[in-house]
């Protein structure tokens, strides 16, 4: 059908009141205004022709448009409520024509979608790319009817003088519907994007959409809508709605029923025009700002399926298996302590009870120590609880030398067991007498002790100096503060780390709650690092089981307080029946850093907790803030234990921390790449290594002044090259020498390398040294003679075995923010357990116990010197 543009009025025959003159002029005033405004020519009087042609799916129409005709191209089809069809628009243009493109505009019954061919898409910097064939999907409007035709129109427009050839195809789309764990392929590019509408089938609250190519660039974009028109899938307006996340091998998004509506949504598709949002090259800069540039081939082949994700008895099922996990480590720990009470019991009735002790018993209770001189057997100590009701070994020393030459087999005399008992219960009874002046003043307040107002080394102000620098130290020469002052201040760093924890934690939560919110209101999936194919949400939550699985710490944390709570109670009741094992024997028990340690591992499970609840480079430090404190409270505890007297105190650990910390975000925010900051650090970490070992090697008895150098040229002059001396502490120096090869060769590493993530790396270089200083502790402990009672034996091993485990889940890489999301997401992978937990989580469970097994091997390893004299434990 063929007619003018400029419409004609249609008058009826008859003037009635107004006059036909006057008419016929308005009509022809009316019909130079069209002509003027509405034909787009600016010569008055110019006509354009349109053309509407009843047009059919599957055809390829050929032809040709100038400015001076348009054409309509009419269809219709049917639509039912019940199945829907997707309608594709596909455009080649023949001629290349930039200046004047053709317009061409869809117009439905309830959307009208509008495109230009040559189509210009933008990327950085500008940059323009010109896409002469475009294909677009039409939104499909719903119907109430069972059945409805509706009509759509293609009108095909330019303002080019010159003829331009195009080609048009209307198809309809097969398999517009995506069918639940059925696999659909598909290829699309920048200007071709495709889309796919979903409905939940019912009883099915929660799908995981999973978008996959062999490809891993072109960069595309993969985004679920609600059922809307108009539908964005385009590279410049895909982030305009719903959840979207770009991807190269890999993509994946979990949808709820509950934020749609209609109960269904589009998957769409996007391919991007440039690859630098997806980690690949950039393009060079163009040199004109309108040049056009040539594209290529940018079209993918994706595959899409839509699965079904975990119902709520999976997540019941995970929770009751995490909690029946950690719970378990509270019936063992039950279960020992009642063990062990039950094994200090009998022994108990057995001095209580002489007359019911069998000679073989009686004898078991003498053993030979080192010197060949016959003691009483100490009581065996619980691995969780302090025996303080033993006798005191001086007294079944004394009463056992005395006795030796009186009771005992003498040839075939009988062994006399009443006499022996009687005889050492005499002599501790008064033992303990001689030490009441002692107990009553230990007893004494701690509350109205403090440490800063007096000197607490009066007695040997004039000889400390050489009692540290003996050639070989012991315990007792480094543990002769007042107890009293020492508790007090390593409580200290309990207090100071529940404070620190309160004021860290409420920004962090508070922080990582608006993330969760950024992430949920703009729907952009990038922000946050999740394995997406095993990211279960649970509320405003994205990734639930992430945030489950730390639960670990703040149980095990807490076991182990009440562990350590048990102990110190334990050990303060024999104080107060002034036991002498627990006054004079073994390594002092202070318990304020293991309380630390304890409330550490609580705080590291919560911060890990709510770093993963959006996972990114910005708040990485939530996660590993406290495993720099717990990395250097086990440090500070190993020293402590047979340093007492020269530990540092609360205020400088933690000062020391917040400075690791504060290199930690420096790194993060500056040490990608930088140099100069690489540099600063690598000659910082060298020289602290240096002040530290020499803290170390001369026990704190050096001075950090103008002479220093001048009295190290002394000392390497008179040492060294005079009389060619060794070291005087050769095994401090091991140790030293060992810890600045590890301390300057991760130093060099840092500075060649210079790895991404520099909060991993700090965190490793605490590591390193705690484990090269826990291993001199345990090779200098077995050097010196010392045993490892049973179950510190089993807690190794047991730790060893986890720490291996752990450490396999760790490298498993799942995701990682020192890549782009698109990147990151090519190493997620689906759950391994319960089809709830990935292999993450499965390292926080692991790690959980590990560090739990870790503190426990602190807490009982030097059970074994219970019954010894300080002055017979060695420092090293």
């Known amino acids: 059908m063929v007619f003018r543009s400029c419409w004609k009025s249609r008058h ?4 009635g009141p107004t006059p036909c003159w006057i008419r016929s002029g308005l009509a022809a005033l009316l019909w130079l205004y069209v002509t003027h405004f509405a034909c787009g020519s600016g010569a008055l009087g110019e006509t354009k022709n349109v053309v509407q042609k009843d047009a059919e799916f599957d055809v390829t129409y ?16 049917t639509v039912s409520r019940n199945k829907t069809e997707g309608v594709r628009v596909s455009v080649d243009v023949l001629s290349h ?19 230009q061919v040559p189509l210009i898409l933008r990327g950085l910097y500008q940059r323009k790319y010109p896409y002469n064939h475009v294909g677009r999907t039409l939104c499909q409007p719903l119907t109430r009817a069972a059945s409805e035709t509706q009509y759509f129109f293609v009108d095909v427009s330019t303002l080019s003088s010159q003829g331009t050839n195009y080609q048009l195809r209307v198809s309809r789309v097969e398999s517009f519907t995506l069918q639940t764990d059925k696999k659909f392929t598909f290829t699309a590019s920048p200007s071709q994007p495709q889309y796919f509408k979903y409905v939940f089938p019912d009883g099915v609250d929660t799908v995981i959409v999973k978008v996959n190519s062999d490809m891993t660039f072109p960069c595309s974009v993969m985004s679920v809508q609600d059922i809307q028109c108009p539908v964005y899938d385009l590279d410049n307006n895909v982030a305009f709605i719903g959840m979207y996340q770009t991807m190269t091998k890999k993509g ?24 630098e949002a997806c980690g690949g090259p950039l393009r060079f800069y163009p040199l004109r700002p309108d040049e056009l540039i040539d594209a290529g081939n940018r079209s993918k082949v994706v595959d899409v399926i839509v699965s079904p994700a975990i119902k709520s008895e999976v997540y019941v099922m995970g929770m009751l298996f995490c909690l029946g996990i950690f719970l378990t480590f509270y019936l063992l720990t039950l279960l020992v302590a009642c063990l062990e009470n039950r094994r200090a019991n009998k022994k108990r009735e057995v001095f209580q009870n002489p007359e019911d002790t069998s000679p ?19 009581y065996e100590y619980g691995s969780f609880a302090d025996n303080g009701s033993t006798i005191s070994s001086e007294a079944l020393t004394d009463s056992a030398t005395s006795t030796d030459n009186n009771y005992g087999y003498m040839g075939q005399e009988p062994f006399k067991r009443r006499p022996i008992l009687n005889h050492l219960h005499h002599i501790a009874i008064r033992l303990e007498r001689s030490l009441d002046s002692v107990g009553r003043s230990r007893q004494e307040s701690l509350s109205s002790v403090e440490e800063d107002d007096y000197d607490t080394l009066d007695d040997i102000n004039s000889d400390k100096n050489i009692v540290r620098t003996k050639k070989f130290l012991c315990v007792s020469d480094l543990a002769r503060k007042d107890k009293r002052i020492l508790s007090k201040k390593y409580q200290i760093y309990f207090w100071n780390i529940a404070t620190i924890a309160v004021f860290y934690a409420l920004p962090v939560v508070q922080l990582v709650i608006t993330y969760q919110t950024v992430v949920n209101v703009t ?30 710490y703040v149980m095990l944390g807490l076991l182990f307080l009440l562990i350590v709570l048990k102990r110190d109670i334990v050990h303060n009741r024999a104080l107060v029946r002034n036991d002498v094992n627990a006054l004079e024997c073994g390594i002092p028990k202070h318990f304020g850093l293991f309380y630390a340690m304890g409330t550490a591992l609580m705080m590291e499970g919560l911060l890990s907790a709510c770093y993963h609840v959006c996972p990114n480079y ?15 409270l086990c440090m500070l505890k190993l020293y402590q234990k047979r340093h007492p007297d020269i530990n540092a105190s609360a205020y400088t650990a933690y000062a020391c921390l917040a400075a690791v910390i504060f290199f930690s975000v420096l790194g993060v925010v500056f040490g990608k790449g930088n140099t100069v900051f690489w540099i600063i650090f690598s000659v910082i970490h060298i020289l602290a290594t240096l002040l530290l070992s020499t803290q170390l090697y001369y026990m704190g008895r050096w001075r950090l002044d103008s002479g220093v150098l001048r009295r190290m040229v002394y000392i390497i002059y008179t040492d060294s090259i005079r009389q060619c001396s060794g070291p005087m502490y050769i095994d401090r120096m091991v140790l030293l020498v060992m810890g600045n090869i590890v301390n300057w060769s991760l130093a060099a590493y840092g500075l060649i390398v210079r790895p991404n993530d520099f909060a991993s790396y700090l965190l490793a270089i605490a590591i390193c040294n705690l484990l090269l200083y826990f291993a001199f502790y345990i090779i200098m402990k077995l050097r010196s003679g010392e045993k490892i009672q049973c179950l510190a034996l089993v807690c190794i091993l047991f730790t060893a075995v986890v720490w291996g485990f752990a450490l396999y889940f760790f490298f498993q890489g799942l995701s990682t923010w020192q890549k782009t999301p698109a990147e990151s997401r090519e190493h997620n992978r689906d759950c391994i357990l319960l089809s709830f937990f990935d292999d993450h989580d499965i390292w926080h469970f692991l790690s959980s116990i590990a560090m739990f097994g870790s503190f426990l091997v602190l807490l009982t390893m030097d059970d074994d010197l219970d019954s010894v004299q300080r002055d017979k434990i060695l420092v090293f």
């Open 97 to 115: 024509g930039f200046e004047s493109p053709i317009l061409f505009v869809v117009r439905q019954k309830q959307a009208v979608l509008s495109f």
């Open 523 to 552: 729907g952009n999936q990038d922000i946050c690092f999740y394995n997406f194919l095993c990211a279960h949400p649970l509320g405003a939550l994205s990734a639930f089981n992430n945030i489950l699985s730390n639960l670990g």
């Open 360 to 378: 073989a018993e009686t004898a078991s209770l003498l053993v030979k120590n080192g010197d060949g001189k016959t003691v009483a057997s100490p």
């Open 62 to 77: 050929n032809d040709t448009v100038t400015s001076e005709n348009q054409t309509i191209y009419a269809f219709n089809h």
């Open 618 to 632: 910005t708040n990485f430090q939530f996660d590993t803030s406290f495993m720099y404190m717990i990395a250097g």
């Open 12 to 15: 009826k025959n008859s003037c």
């Open 252 to 275: 994946a998004i979990t949808v709820q029923r509950k934020d749609f509506p209609s109960n269904s949504f589009y998957v769409v598709v996007v391919v991007k025009t440039e690859d």
